[in-house]
C-alpha cells in the first residue's frame, strides 16, 4: 500500500466533516490525498524561484488546462483538474526537452521535482503541475 493511503480515508472524512459539505469535488480530494502523504501547495511564484534556481523558467504561454487521470494503484480512474504548463532554459530560450537543452545534475533535480509531483500550486480551480 503506497504511504499515507491509509490516512486518506480519514483526511477525507475530516476535510467533508469541517466544511458542512457531504460531497468534496475531485481537486479538494486530490488536495486532501496530497496533504496525506505530507505534501502542500506552494505559489507560482515559489515555483518560478526554484526552477529559476536550476536554471529554467515557466512558460506560461503553454498553459494547457486538462483532467488528470490515475491508471493503476489505489485510485485508478479518479481525476482531479490540471495545468501543465512549459518549462525552458532561462538563458537560451529552448524547452528542456529540446534534443539540444542539457542533460546537466540541474536537469536531472529537475526531472527530480517533476516526478515526485510535490512542487505543485493552485491555480483558478487547477492544479499546476511541471
Known sequence: ?????????????????????????????????????????TTVAHIGAVLGALGYRLDRSMDCKSLARYMQGPRTGQSYPVITTGIKEADTGRSFVHFESRRNDNFKKLQELRFNQELFAVVRGHILEI
Open 1 to 41: 500500500m503506497r504511504k499515507g493511503t491509509s490516512n486518506l480515508h480519514e483526511a477525507l472524512q475530516r476535510l467533508s466533516r469541517n466544511q458542512r459539505r457531504p460531497i468534496m469535488n475531485s481537486l479538494e480530494i486530490e488536495l486532501a490525498a496530497r496533504a496525506a502523504l505530507g505534501q502542500r501547495p
